[in-house]
């Protein structure tokens, strides 16, 4: 059994730290001063198997230009700098991704012991994408219509004499939703209840023959007409939590005796995986084409480059992290709660609940109905989102906003203090910013916010010697973290287990049951990030398919809403009791397209005042100086660049000597460090100034977007805390989840 505690002694108690930890890391090591010439990556046999699973058709162009099939100059620098980029990420970036980056679980200790072993290995699944193409072929097969079993659309519900209910429209790479409207009758309310438990089309037409209508061809049109606009769901629709997709699929076929020859291929394409995942060891270039002759010869269409999906991890020989680090992280984090906690304020729950308050007072609805945006309110209402560009350096950090009214919102004396500090350092040329207690006039009387039962950080650490520790906190947010960790369980027994009693710990801690949110969103492809184990006993499905028995199944039409006390709170009629929808995934909901998905997904947060810890400077800046606290950086050192800056080279051929002059030239008058990271959205980007083929990339990138955020590269290779057995360095991001101990 996992433990979950340990006592942190200087957080006064308040919070414990998880007794594990999940660490993410590249796969290559890295070192300033070898390894980044392209010679280097040419030459490399261990880069190949990597690129060829990320990109096939680049993998193509890089074999080609090896064998010297390319002559064009112009074209062989375009490859050139798209393959930079990969063997930058293999090297310098932690986020999990194929065989570039991988995931492990350690434990806390009394000491750093972070050694890889030589042994590595990957867990391969089929892309999404490829498994709803094999679903869309299936389900029209009329073998597969008729013996198939059909349940009601999770969104279906009734008003005044109409049946309304969300439809999925399915195009090439993308979903999208509309609500669509049906006659109400009593045969169709009668069939909606049979469906509950399952109905097959057979049992649907006897229904309707043992109600009097007659077996015709217009009877089976009708049939077809409510299973093609989605009243009814075939049971094959894709299922993202618990038994793999692919599986499930198989062993549908198998149980509702389908003797298509498209179920023997789907069970010979299993059973090759299969035999990859069992091999315990990376996979390679050779174990991908024999997959992809399998596939070709079914006759679904894919995209080579869409058709698998893998996980990684390397072995070693120790994974353990001092407790010294979790003391100076707790430290930091004590500080921050005072400086630079977010308050929770969701400007969209805001206005729905006044506006549901207005309309509606204190009634029960249907969700469904209330987020109607025709008969209801909608979501969010107004569909007003805002465009407002943001970067997370620190959690939900607001970079460059060009809105003068937005950089006066929630202006404070901690602010004050902020940026008295950064225009001496910047009129003094300083890198850096060291916060202490003493900054701060009114320390004693500031309060921390009321923290939440459960929270998480990622952080590096960045340099690990006795006399120079430091780490960089990117973020400290609400909840276990199970979100970042979900989908690699997979990979490691004892990792799924470790997130399982993550969630059960969250289950103890809230007043509601905890249901898991079960969704496909805007694209199949979303589904790789969305795939986890069942980590709570519920499950909503928004639209999509679950795995559980139907009596831990929530459907969106089971839900009853309601404002009380300026809160929302949401009732389930099955359990007759409230739930708080959870989604422990990584999928940015933000940028989904279904109203109520967001919905579901901003209400898991609604009831904590916290949503993270920032250093709130709302500034337009073309540069802001590092900001520490102790051993803690909170705050990496940025920049500003806009594309008009080095539009001399951007907008002309020069000579590569050229190119690197001016860009030394640049960088110089800008005091911009050799070494930084391209900071876009979520993706970070290592580029060396010095370094011509680094340089490309960053010049590539900033031509297409006309402005970038710049942060500092702080690794130091000589003293980092992961090595391999060979004693190179590699970086690293730990994710920690911090428990409030109770108060008696």
Known sequence: ??????????????????????????????????????????????????????????????????????????????????????????????????????????KIDYRNEMVFSENAYSKIRMDMKYLYNVFLFLKDLPEVKRKTLFYPNDSIYSFYGKYRFIERKYSKDSIRYEISVTDKSAALKKILVLARKGISYKEVLDFLVSEGYEEDEGLYEYIDQIIDSQVLINELEPTLIGEDYLEKIIMTLEKRGINHDMVKQLQELKSGLDRLNHQGATIKTGDILPIEKKVQNMGIPFESQHLIQVDSSRQFRSLSLSKDYTDELSEAISFLSKIGAVKNENTDLKAFIHDYSEKYETEELPL???????????????????????????????????????????????????????MKAKENRQNEIILSQEDFPSWDTMKPINMPPVIHSMFEVINDSADNTLLHIHFVGTGSGAN??????????????????????????????LVEISHLSDSPRIGNISIRPKLTQYEITCLSNSNLDQQFVIPLSDIMISVKHDKIVLRSEKLKKEILPVLTTA??????????????CDIQHQHSLFKGFMVNLNLALNHIPRIKYKNTVLRLASWKVTKNELNHILEKEVDEEVKKEYVAEWTKKRNIPQYVLIAEDDNEMFVDFYNIHSINVFLSLLKRNSTLALIEFLFNDKTAVVKDHLGNSYRNQIILPLFKNNEN
């Open 587 to 600: 999928h940015n909901f933000k940028n989904s397209s279904l109203d109520i998905y967001r919905f579901l």
């Open 368 to 422: 469904l109905h209330a987020l109607d945006p025709e008969i209801g309110i909608g979501y969010p209402p107004g569909k007003n989102m805002g465009n407002g560009y943001t970067n997370s350096l620190i959690h939900n950090f607001q970079t460059y906003s060009e809105d003068a009214a937005q950089e006066k919102k929630g202006w404070n004396p901690v602010q004050d203090v902020l940026i008295e500090k950064i």
């Open 1 to 106: 059994m996992v433990k979950i505690f340990i006592n942190i002694n200087h957080m006064k108690k308040e919070y414990s730290a998880s007794d594990q930890f999940i660490i993410r890391y590249p796969f290559f090591p890295f070192a300033y001063d070898s390894g980044w010439s392209l010679n280097d990556m040419y030459e490399s046999e261990e880069f190949l198997h990597p690129l060829f699973i990320a990109s096939p058709i680049l993998y193509d162009e890089f074999k080609k230009c090896k064998e010297g099939k390319i002559k064009d100059r112009k074209t062989i620098d375009k490859i050139n700098t798209s393959l930079y980029k990969y063997w930058s990420r293999i090297k310098s970036r932690s986020t999990p991704f194929g065989l570039f980056a991988g995931v492990s679980i350690g």
């Open 484 to 513: 970042l960790m979900g989908r690699f369980s997979r990979l490691d027994q004892s990792m799924e287990g470790y997130i399982k009693n993550l969630v059960k710990t969250e289950q103890v801690n809230s007043d509601a049951e």
